[in-house]
């Protein structure tokens, strides 16, 4: 099996990323920024590597040591807590590790012979429109402040892998949920759905895309060995409003219904564009190539 090497595997979807590879035989080093991050990795079965994503000599000594066939971007910086505000607040350091921290790490894989390099992007700042978007839609023009910085972070991250000299693959995951995400039953989000401090807001007519955390993994090992270099939607078949699927979240959850936030000149301009206008996202093209299953949401 070839070897994986996996950035920001600290992370939700690398520590899923790590089990599952580990489990399946594929040897995989993954790379962290701290030490402890590390050593929680070599405990799951990784080769623990301590990484500066944002110093390319750090970067280019990782990938070198660990002669992958594979590299995995799976960079992110979110904030724990969960709002258009916190988002925001953390959109610098985020773009820069996704957007310098991905360079380094590609021109790394280019310079050491990797074969292939599969990057995280997204599927829920398509344009909007009233059907779901495939990968041939433009991403949004003129967002708000936190969907406007994403895209700009998301288009270079596309930008990058696809005109790359190497095999590229951008995985554009829906929204994660499942097991230690912000939506699992004891995640962030779920907490503010119990206090009622995540409303409607509006008309409530924006199609989040989500995918579990577990699916989202199998379409990234899928990439591995199978499908054409490119974009992928990775999302699942759920395709509801915020209106609809938000009171059925609350109601899983044990939760009182969510209130609903008129709209008024206070209205938060991402948290209102995130509730209105956000597009479902269609992924059969994943399907056809990767063999992507999503399962139904244990919430809807």
């Not at 939700?12 to 920024?33: E, F, N, S």
């Not at 209102?272 to 597009?279: C, I, M, N």
């Amino acid at each position: 099996m070839p070897r994986v090497f996996i950035a920001g595997a600290s992370g939700v979807i690398g520590r899923a990323l790590v089990q599952k590879l580990r489990t399946a035989g594929y040897p995989v080093a993954g790379a962290t920024r701290t030490r402890a991050g590390a050593e929680a990795l070599g405990r799951i079965g990784a080769e623990p590597i301590v990484m500066d994503a944002l110093d390319a000599g750090s970067v280019d000594e990782a990938i070198r040591s660990a002669r992958p066939e594979i590299v995995i971007e799976q960079l992110t910086a979110l904030p724990k807590h969960y709002t258009p505000a916190s988002m925001r607040a953390a959109l610098d350091g985020t773009i820069q590790v996704r957007v310098v921290g991905g360079a380094n790490l590609q021109a790394a894989a280019e310079r050491h012979g990797v074969r292939r390099y599969l990057a995280q992007s997204g599927c829920y700042f398509y344009a909007p429109g009233e059907t779901p978007a495939d990968e041939t839609e433009p991403f949004v023009e003129n967002g708000p402040p936190l969907v406007a910085g994403n895209v700009r972070s998301l288009s270079a991250i596309e930008d990058r892998v696809l005109s790359s000299r190497i095999e590229g693959i951008t995985l554009r995951y829906g929204f994660f949920y499942g097991p230690s995400t912000w939506y699992a039953a004891d995640g962030d989000v779920a907490q503010q759905v119990r206090e009622r401090q995540f409303p409607v807001t509006g008309n409530g007519a924006g199609v989040w895309p989500f995918v579990h955390i577990d699916d989202a993994v199998d379409a990234t090992i899928a990439a591995i060995t199978t499908g054409e270099p490119g974009p992928y939607n990775i999302a699942d078949d759920e395709q509801l409003t915020l209106a609809t699927w938000l009171p059925a979240y609350a109601a899983w959850l044990g939760a009182p219904p969510p209130p609903h936030a008129p709209v008024d000149p206070t209205t938060d301009p991402d948290a209102l564009y995130y509730a209105t206008r956000l597009r479902a996202a269609s992924s059969a093209k994943a399907k056809r190539l990767l063999g992507f299953a999503p399962r139904a949401r244990d919430w809807v």
